[in-house]
């Protein structure tokens, strides 16, 4: 079996600013604060720590029922923007042929590993109708440390399909140095692309096992789930 767990933003898809939009809205919304995204990475991040870091930035106290009322208000904002048409917003190169190419391939399981909040992850999937390949997956409302939304994936993963993978048999595809980070304590082979915020050089420097500038070469793609420990 091989286990490709998916990325969303920058790996997947760029909303086109429709999460930080969503999210900027919702902490107005909150705390009457304009702007109050600004300078907080959102990359790589879970939607729980970019809340928490915002924040900081702009000296309000963290408080959990804060956060659940921020991601109550960031979803609905969320479903407001993300539809919205916008010449930023796309499908990452290949994805759209990349995926229906693995989906039929009978030993390949497609999951997502993401710092979205379940629903927002849904959301913005919906938006391309991506939704239908990924029937699991760890998303940022699992646990705020992305690190260890591998083990949530893989859990949710043998609890569908009865299955327990090795970590040689799970690809961790991503576009920031967070996501080859996941991979590594797990023996999981790290596929980066570079279609998110982070250039090939950049994220050579974090040594992922693959690397390439977009996921447009679907053979390419496949040989990388060739490869043994
Ligand atoms: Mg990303």
């Known amino acids: ?37 600004k300078g907080v990475t959102l ?14 930035a702009n000296d ?6 804060k956060q659940a009322e921020f991601k109550k208000i960031y979803l609905e904002f969320l479903r407001v923007e993300m539809p919205k048409p916008n010449p930023e917003k796309f499908m990452c190169p290949g994805i759209d042929e990349l995926l229906p190419v693995l989906a039929d391939i009978p030993d390949i399981y497609l999951g997502l590993l993401t710092g979205n909040f379940t629903e927002g992850a849904r959301i913005k999937l919906d938006d391309f109708g991506l939704n239908k390949f990924f029937e699991f997956g760890a998303f940022g409302d699992d646990n705020s440390d992305r690190n260890l939304l591998y083990n949530y994936a893989i859990e949710r993963f043998t609890k569908k399909y009865g299955l327990i993978p090795h ?50 070469d679907t053979k390419a793609f496949l040989q990388v789930l060739d490869h043994r420990a």
């Open 1 to 37: 079996m091989k286990i490709l767990l998916f990325d969303i933003d920058g790996t997947l898809l760029n909303s086109g600013g429709a999460g930080y939009r969503a999210m900027t809205r919702a902490f107005k919304a909150l705390f009457d604060i304009e702007n109050g995204l």
């Open 43 to 56: 990359s790589g991040m879970t939607d729980a720590v970019i809340f928490k870091n915002a924040c900081e």
């Open 60 to 65: 309000v106290a963290f408080q959990n029922h």
């Open 167 to 216: 970590g040689s048999q799970v690809w961790i595809i991503g576009d920031t140095p967070r996501d080859i980070a996941c991979a590594q304590p797990h023996n999981a082979w790290s596929v980066a692309v570079a279609t998110g915020s982070f250039t090939t050089e950049d994220l050579a420097m974090e040594n992922p096992h693959f690397l390439f500038n977009d996921l447009s």
